[in-house]
Structures are given as structure tokens and as C-alpha cells.
């Protein structure tokens, strides 16, 4: 474990609605020992939760190595352990990348460059503002009941608390295993929860294996038991919730069923081998988008930390 410091100072702070308060000799966790007065001071604020501050007049610092005491404005706790661990479930978006064979690749272009911006600001100030054309079916996305059913919720009436901050549950499915049943299914407890099928398929997304009849999918069957079971949301890391072969005949009982019951799917998800069974938080919330059922996601899981 690396060194730790903390900061001992005396403190005047004014409040733009009147009044202040001061402290001395007050101790505070920082993040290294190089640290100046405005950021010390904008750490005590946030330490101590101050609202509607004007002024903090830090004087007396002096900067020691001690053990951290679990402030607020500095990760980690005593030990010096990072809190929780965020994990990256998404696909990268690129120009010209694809995500289901036959369909049109995304293009990602300037609207408005840096160099063209500098005529419209001070001299040293420039931006740019980037534009994308695809369509909702692009990377890692979710399908909201609109998607299947006219009528269905679409992105911006779909609730966040089917999208976000939801517990997770991992479902390993063997390798070599291609329909994901309602036995596979039974051990796993996910009423409320969201629901990732773990199949190792994304280690062929943009190749041409990965929509090959041998991709892995969540049967009919397994879908309504999922929905009786009361998950709140099902993902996959393959092509698709459902079987594309041509067997299939173009059937999708896994989206019917599950956008039927209003459970929300999240398409070619990558990086599940990194999330442990359960313990974790899941989110792949898309923009509010009236009239559209599929979106692209930043999908993503919260972990405690071991």
C-alpha cells in the first residue's frame, strides 16, 4: 500500500445566504501531499455536505502522513481499497463497424470541425461536434416492447428501474451449448433482476462466425420461465436473444415473449467472463427517444470491492 496523507488547516467559510462557520485544526484525508488551498477547500465542502458556500479562507496547513479515516471527498477506505470497481460490458462503436451482417455500418463524421469553429469563438477557444449516422440496432443496444409490439413502451416510456441499477445475476452457459433452456435456468434466483447470459459468443463479434447458425440463444421456453421468475431485464453477449438459423424460420419467441411481459433485452454485450454470478449492479440505460424501440447502450456493472 503507497503512502497516505492528510491535511491539518484551519478554515473561515462564508455563505452566500449569510452566516459562516470556521474550524481549527481540522483533519482531512487527501489524495497526495501535493495540494493546494483551492482544492483542500473545495474537499472540505464536500467532506462536510456545505451548500450555498461563497468563500473558504484556508490558513495554517500543514500536510502529514497518517493512515486515511474514510473521508468523502477521497476514494477508499482505512486500508486504502478502492470502494467499488466499475466493468465495461459494451462494444465500441466505430465508423464502418458491423454489428448484424446486411445491415448499414455506422458513420461518424464532422459537423463542425475545430477549425471552423475558431471563427465563431475568442481567440485559443475551439470545439467540435461530431456527427453519427446509424441505425438503433448498432453495438451493444437494448429492445424496448415497442421494438416487437406497436403499442409496446418505447425508449422514453420504458422505466429506468427496468434499465438501471439493477441487481445482476450471471448465467455460465457450457461452452458448446446453443439453446439456453429453462433447466439451465432453474438454479439461478432472478426475480428483479437483470438476467446476462454469459456464452463466450462475443469473442466473434465483426467476424463472420458471429452470425453463424452455431450462435448461442435463449429458447422460447426459457424466455417464459425468466418472465415467471420475474426478471427485470435479460441480456445476451451473442448475436441475438433469439435463434437465427434458418431452422428458426424467422420465429423470435424469446423477444415476444420476454417484450411481451415488458422485460427489456440487451443485445451483443461483451465482457461478461469479468463480472462474478452475482454481487454486482447492472445498467444500459439508452437516450429518451420518443417513437423509437432499440438504441444503442453503455452497458455496465457496479462492483463492491473485494
Not at 5 to 28: I, Y
Not at 220 to 247: E, F, K, Q, W, Y
Amino acid at each position: 500500500m503507497g503512502n497516505q496523507w492528510r491535511a491539518q488547516f484551519d478554515a473561515e467559510v462564508t455563505f452566500a445566504n449569510g452566516g459562516g462557520l470556521r474550524t481549527d485544526g481540522f483533519r482531512l484525508d487527501i489524495p497526495g501531499r501535493d495540494i493546494d488551498d483551492d482544492e483542500l477547500a473545495a474537499l472540505l465542502v464536500r467532506h462536510l455536505g456545505l451548500l450555498m458556500v461563497a468563500e473558504v479562507r484556508i490558513t495554517g496547513k500543514t500536510i502529514v502522513e497518517e493512515p486515511h479515516k474514510g473521508g468523502r471527498g477521497v476514494a477508499g477506505g482505512p486500508d486504502g481499497t478502492t470502494r467499488r470497481r466499475l466493468v465495461e460490458l459494451s462494444h465500441v462503436v466505430v465508423d464502418g463497424m458491423t454489428t448484424l451482417p446486411g445491415w448499414p455500418a455506422p458513420r461518424i463524421t464532422e459537423w463542425l470541425t475545430r477549425e471552423a469553429s475558431r471563427a465563431n469563438y475568442a481567440s485559443g477557444t475551439e470545439f467540435q461536434v461530431a456527427r453519427i449516422d446509424m441505425i438503433a440496432n448498432t453495438g451493444t443496444y437494448v429492445d424496448t416492447p415497442a421494438h416487437r409490439y406497436a403499442e409496446g413502451a418505447d425508449l422514453a416510456g420504458t422505466p429506468l428501474e427496468r434499465l438501471a441499477d439493477l441487481p445482476g445475476v450471471v448465467v455460465r452457459v457450457p461452452a458448446g451449448t446453443r439453446a439456453v433452456d429453462r433447466l439451465l435456468l432453474a438454479p439461478y434466483d432472478v426475480a428483479g433482476c437483470a438476467v446476462l447470459l454469459h456464452t463466450g459468443w462475443s469473442a466473434h463479434f465483426n467476424s463472420d462466425r458471429y452470425a453463424s447458425p452455431e450462435a448461442p440463444y435463449l429458447t422460447g421456453d426459457g424466455a417464459r420461465a425468466l418472465v415467471d421468475a420475474g426478471a427485470a431485464l435479460v441480456g445476451i453477449d451473442s448475436i441475438n436473444i433469439d435463434d437465427m438459423s434458418p431452422a428458426a424460420a424467422g420465429e423470435r419467441p424469446a423477444h415476444s415473449t420476454l417484450l411481451a411481459a415488458g422485460v427489456p433485452i440487451v443485445e451483443h454485450l461483451t465482457g461478461l467472463d469479468a463480472l462474478p454470478p452475482t454481487g454486482f449492479r447492472f445498467t444500459a440505460a439508452p437516450p429518451k427517444v420518443a417513437g423509437m424501440g432499440t438504441f444503442p447502450v453503455r452497458a455496465f456493472a457496479v462492483l463492491d470491492a473485494a
